[in-house]
T-cell receptor, first 109, second 112 residues
């Protein structure tokens, strides 16, 4: 079946550093999505990407829809303590949403 | 702001019990979703509803059923709970479309 490979599984970074994570697949997707889940809460939709090559920002977050339509990345600039959480990518193909397994972000003081 | 409310944050039940998980949204959304979240597996869709009394199976519907008698409420039912249904259950809604947009805070269900 279709799978999304999300990497890295976890990251430990210093406050103030930039962060980069990505999602790849062997299948083409029509939409890429990025969610964040804070501890003890449900996921929140951060960014939705609808076109190959699209680059979209939401504050310090920037995400891109890969040209091949098989990948996407999320960057966070100048990380702060509230960026801690699990980031999920998801892809939409034929009205079926597939989630990645998440990247857990830890920020060291 | 859209609010998706799940009736319980934590629930402990016994094997074989019938379990009801309730979800209510307050923004008149057509579409509602039930996911389960397990470590290392991400989110997996159990059922999806696109209107009152309408439902579609997701990726892992076995052992579950759903009920949508009113637009704002989507219930997940475990007919006879088993230990492999111990998980975090997340409800979501969206006005239209298949992308879950607004999630509840989840119900952590333990089956003993």
């Amino acid at each position: 079946g279709q799978q999304l490979n999300q990497s890295p599984q976890s990251m430990f970074i210093q406050e103030g550093e930039d962060v980069s994570m990505n999602c790849t697949s062997s299948s083409i997707f029509n939409t890429w999505l990025w969610y964040k889940q804070d501890p003890g809460e449900g996921p929140v939709l951060l960014i939705a990407l609808y076109k190959a090559g699209e680059l979209t920002s939401n504050g310090r977050l920037t995400a891109q829809f890969g040209i091949t339509r098989k990948d996407s990345f999320l960057n966070i600039s100048a990380s702060i303590p509230s960026d801690v959480g699990i980031y999920f990518c998801a892809g939409n193909r034929d009205d079926k949403i597939i989630f990645g397994k998440g990247t857990r972000l830890h920020i060291l003081p | 702001d859209v609010k998706v409310t799940q009736s319980s944050r934590y629930l402990v039940k016994r094997t074989g019990e019938k379990v009801f998980l309730e979800c209510v949204q307050d923004m008149d959304h057509e579409n509602m979703f039930w996911y389960r979240q397990d470590p290392g597996l991400g989110l997996r869709l159990i059922y999806f509803s696109y209107d009152v009394k309408m439902k579609e199976k997701g990726d892992i519907p076995e052992g579950y059923s759903v009920s949508r008698e009113k637009k704002e409420r989507f219930s997940l039912i475990l007919e006879s709970a088993s230990t492999n249904q111990t998980s975090m259950y997340l409800c979501a809604s969206r006005r239209t479309g298949v992308v879950p947009q607004h999630f509840g805070d989840g119900t952590r269900l333990s089956i003993l």
